[in-house]
Every structure is written in C-alpha cells, then in structure tokens.
C-alpha cells in the first residue's frame, strides 16, 4: 500500500509539474511572439518619424502605444552607436543639454542589426521574468538604430502556474501524513477510501476535473477528501478560467488582425483559407463573398497565382519558413503590393501547421521612390550643365589666357557669369519651393492688388521694351484689396509675366488684368481674378496638364530656351496658399492666359497668420 501510494502520488505530481513546466514554455513562446509582433507593429510605425527625425510625433507615438499596451515595460530607442536618446518611463523626448546623462544600451552578441532580424531573450529580474525585444530600424536598407522593447509574462498563467504547483506540492504532502496517520491506527479501514482517492487522483491527472470523492467519513481521512474535492474544484475553475482567458484572447487577436492596415491571411497546409482579414479582402476583391475553407490560388489573380504557387507548396511543407514578393496588380484595382509568406509551425517549431500571408499595399511607396530619383535626377542634371559650363571656361581662362584676345576672355567671363546666374537662379527657386512646403508662417493681411501689378510692370518694362513687345495693365478702377501676403503676391505676378515674355515674340503683347466676379443678389464682397495674358507660342494640350510639375518645361521639347522648370510649380503654391486655384487657357501659335481668384479682405477682418503645412512625400 506504502509503495502504491509512492507512486501514483509521484505520478501525480511529476504529471503537474510537467503541465505547469508545459504552461510555463508555451506562456514564454507566447510572451516571445508577442513581443515579437508588438515590436514590429511599433517599428512599422516609427521608422519613418526616426528617418525624418520627427522625434516629437516619436514621442507621441511611444507614449500613445505605451499607455495602451498594459504589458510592456519600457521602450528604448538608441542610434547606431547604441546611445540611448529616448525611453519610456525613464526620460523624455526633445530633453538635450548639458546634464543629460547619456546611456547606452547592452545589445546581445548575437545581434547584426543589418540584418533586420528582430532578438528576443528572456531574463530575471526582481520584479520577475522579462522578455527583451531588438528590433533593428532600417529605412531605405540604412541602419537607423534599435528598438528595444520589455514585455512583461502574462501574470494570470504566472499566477496559475505557481498556485497550481503549490496546491500540488500540498496534497502530495497532505497524502502521505493522511496515509501514516491513518496506518497507524488501522490500515483496513482506509483502504478502499484510498482506493477511491487513487481513481480520483488518475482521472484527474487525465484532465477529468469534475471528479469527486464522497464517503462519509471523518477525521483525518475526511479531510483528505475534502481537500481533494476542493483541489479538484479549483482545478476545475482553473480551466474553465483559462479557457476563458484563451478565447478573450483569441478574440482580441482577431480584432487586432481585422483592423490593422496590412492584409492578414491565414491558410492551413492545404492551403484553404482561415482567416482574411478586411484589409485583405479589399485588396483581393473579396468583400461580400465566402472565401472561408477555399483553396486561396482560386481567388488570387491569375498572374498572382502564378507566382505564388510553387512559393505556397513550398512553405506549406516546410522548406522556407518565410518568403516576400513585390507584385503589381491590375485586378480587381491597380495597385502594387508586397506579400510575405510565412511557414506557421506547431509548439515544437517542428512540424509545419499553416501558412500566415501578410499582405501590403506599397503603391504610395513605389510612387514616392519614383518621384525622388525623377527630382534627384532632374537636380543633378539642372545643376551639372552650369557647372560643367562655368568650370570649362575658367579653366581655358587659367590655362590659355596669356594666349586668348581681350574680346575672347571678356566673352568666356560674360558666359560663365550668365552661368552663374542661371545656377542662381535654380538654387533661388528650388530654396523658394522649399521654404513654402516647410513650416514657415506667412501674414497675411489686406493688399491692395495695384501696388504688386504696378512694381511687376516696372521691372519688366525695359525687358519687354528691348523685345519689342508690349507690356501693359488693366486694373479695375476701386478694386477691393484682398487677403494675401504682398511678396508672395509678387512672386507670383514675377513668374507669370516673365514666363509670358519668354515665349510671346516681338511684336505680341502682355497684359495683367484684375477686377471684380460680380455675384448678383450676393451680400458677400466679390472676389478677386487676376489674369495674365499673352500672344506666345501657347501650350499644346497635352502639355497643360503637366506645366505645373517640377523641372517640366515646354521649351524642353525645343531646347531653345533656359529656365529651371520650377516657376508654375512655385506659383500653383502660393496660389493654393492663398485658398485658390491656378487656371489656364491656352491655344497654340494664338496665346496663353493663366488666371486664379483672390479672397477679398473684409474691414473688420484681422490679420493672420497662415502656417504652411509640412508635405513630408515633397521635396
């Protein structure tokens, strides 16, 4: 009976702490995937805040997802060095001077931040197990630094894990003092009770929490079992709790998954559909259908299945646990999106169990990245032909002019200058693009549309005057003044009517208009139209559309004539900055007329400052 004893209270025993070991690897496991999943989540979020060094929406950022994330411990954000230069809770951002105590973070061995693998280790602290979290920023394949999350254990299974062990640690201990005492005094009596306890205990070891043991004894031996019906009682809560835990969890995941901006799909090994969440489906075209338990390569596009169907098999059986592609879609909208393929496995990471697609929409990004090698290239260009022209000369002057005649080095001088100008020029409008795309504040206040039509006239009245075009105005008579900013105003007449004289040829003319758009039966103040009209070249139609885009010019298709492309694309600018739109009517070989409508200024109206707001995808 002793020895019987020994071993099902051993077997017991090892079979819940093998249990309790069990839920404690798989609540690590979770803890790693979630902390996993969380520092991804907030690095997707924040690389482009750290490329731009836009460090106080990083701040905001970090604080908003530390706020709602009850399980993280601290953030830490360090640079290529390994400084640490913003942490939750223990500093705050934008804090720089001279008593700041610099810190740097202790980064694994193992760690290649180039790489873009995410690290995470697990180690003890006072306060209990943390799990670290490295997730390398990288933008544009350039190490920007690290991201270091701690993710505290789920305290419920912590908590589950302990008592379930301390309770086990007890009945084994309460068994044997019932068994010696009751031995004791009579080792016949407590026979078939421990016979019942010992059912009681296996079928609870098999998972059975709702066994009990009901004999009606006393002493001692009553209260063996009554504290195993209490422990299979709690046991019994304990489950039902966990299960409980487990879907609420579930169902925060879903949600979670449901609403991030990335399509999430989920597959089985035959590729059957588990999960797709809206992102997905609206990217597919699969909103209102039942795509639940099909085969995915049945609703992909033909030539996404295509390509992802040999990529798909493989992953499935376990050949590559992960996989990405870029792909440019048609159907059912033209878009380009990356797809990464990652292999699910089982809890010993041995067997596969699925496949999880991420799904994203990069067609902005592509975009983007065309647009910057267009500007980049188009600077390069505008900014290398000066340059190689003004060097060329003042190298044949420093070598060859002892040789060369006073005219030929008065005209190499006269062409490196007209050089420098037009290099001038083209920093002068790319830094005026800038300045008003940053967020640099403007005031605006009432202008009276005269005095900049008057001063454009008159710095452009000896050039037109040398061309032999006429340069004139047609000012309505008591024109309101309007809201606006005098220079940039002026800026605007500047490039239209300059742009005007370039192309009208002698003998044309160039007019600047304003007056009032009478609203009948309106209390309101008329607006304001301004417009510049010419006798030019004019613009052909499928040129219209594209004017007002950086480095574009119409005399590109002729190379007749110099000019930075960037006047339009400045003036459509301010014009919008003043709440307006630039119009254009134009015919070829008859003439062009560009036009926009100005907000009159009303007397009680105050001035104001108007805050030009930052287009981080413009130049």
Request: glycine share 6%; with cysteine.
């Amino acid at each position: 009976m002793a020895a019987a004893t020994l071993v099902v209270s051993l077997l017991m025993t090892a079979l819940t702490f093998w249990s309790v070991n069990s839920i404690q690897l798989d609540a690590r496991l979770q803890d790693t995937r979630f902390g996993k999943d969380l520092g991804l989540l907030l690095a997707a979020n924040v690389t482009s805040l750290v490329a731009d060094h836009r460090y106080s929406d990083l701040a905001q950022v970090s604080r908003s997802f530390y706020n709602r994330t009850s399980s993280i411990r601290y953030v830490f954000y360090a640079d290529e060095a390994g400084r640490i230069y913003y942490g939750i809770p223990f500093s705050e951002s934008q804090i720089d001077s001279a008593l700041t105590l610099r810190r740097k973070i202790q980064l694994p061995d193992n760690f290649a931040p180039t790489s873009g693998t995410v690290m995470v280790r697990q180690h003890p602290t006072p306060d209990g197990e943390v799990t670290d979290v490295f997730i390398p920023l990288l933008h544009q394949d350039q190490y920007l630094g690290v991201l270091a999350l701690g993710i505290n254990p789920n305290p419920t299974v912590v908590t589950s894990s302990h008592l379930t062990r301390n309770v086990t640690v007890a009945v084994f201990i309460s068994i044997w003092v019932i068994f010696v005492l009751g031995a004791v005094f009579n080792a016949f009596i407590i026979t078939k009770p421990i016979k019942e306890l010992v059912v009681g205990v296996t079928n609870i070891a098999a998972g059975d929490f709702k066994q009990r043991v009901n004999l009606p004894l006393g002493g001692e031996l009553g209260e063996l079992i009554a504290s195993f019906n209490v422990m299979a009682e709690r046991l019994e809560s304990y489950e039902e709790q966990n299960i409980e835990e487990l879907t609420a969890e579930k169902a925060k995941l879903e949600t979670l998954v449901s609403t991030i901006a990335d399509g999430a799909i989920l597959l089985d090994t035959d590729m059957n559909i588990v999960l797709a969440n809206a992102t997905a489906r609206h990217l597919f075209g699969w909103e209102g259908k039942d795509v639940l338990g099909e085969n995915i390569l049945e609703h992909f596009p033909v030539t996404l299945s295509a390509e992802l169907n040999r990529p798909l098999v493989e992953t499935a059986q376990g050949e590559f646990e992960g996989e990405e592609f870029r792909v440019a879609l048609q159907d059912p909208v033209p878009c380009t999106i990356r797809i990464l393929l990652t292999t699910v496995l089982d809890q010993a990471r041995m067997n596969p169990k699925g496949i999880a697609i991420t799904v994203q929409d990069i067609t902005r990004e592509a975009e983007l990245n065309e647009a910057k090698s267009q500007f980049i290239s188009n600077v390069s260009h505008e900014l290398r032909t000066p340059l190689f022209n003004i060097k060329s000369f003042i190298e044949t002057l420093h070598e060859f002019g002892d040789s060369l005649s006073p005219e030929d080095r008065q005209d190499f001088l006269d062409t490196a200058n007209r050089e420098t100008d037009r290099l001038t020029r083209l920093v002068n409008d790319v830094l005026d693009l800038s300045r008003l795309e940053s967020g640099k504040q403007y005031r605006f206040e009432a202008v009276d549309l005269a005095q900049p039509i008057e001063q454009t006239l008159r710095t452009y009245q000896l050039n037109a005057r040398d061309k032999g075009i006429e340069l004139s105005q047609e000012v309505e008579a008591d024109l309101p003044p309007i809201l606006g900013n005098y220079d940039l105003l002026l800026q605007v007449f500047m490039n239209l009517v300059g742009n005007a004289l370039k192309f009208t040829l002698s003998g044309g003319k160039v007019v600047l208009r304003a007056y009032s758009l009478s609203a009948e039966g309106s209390l309101e103040p008329p607006q304001v139209r301004v417009e510049v009209a010419d006798t030019g070249i004019g613009i052909a139609p499928e040129d219209q559309t594209a004017i007002f885009d950086r480095f574009f010019r119409v005399e590109n298709r002729v190379h007749t004539l110099e000019g930075t492309g960037l006047g339009l694309s400045i003036v459509r600018n301010i014009v919008e900055k003043h709440h307006s739109q630039i119009h254009l009517v134009s015919e070829v070989g008859v003439g062009t007329t560009f036009w926009f409508d100005l907000e009159p200024c009303h007397p009680d109206q105050p001035q104001k400052m108007i805050a030009v707001e930052i287009h981080p995808t413009k130049v």
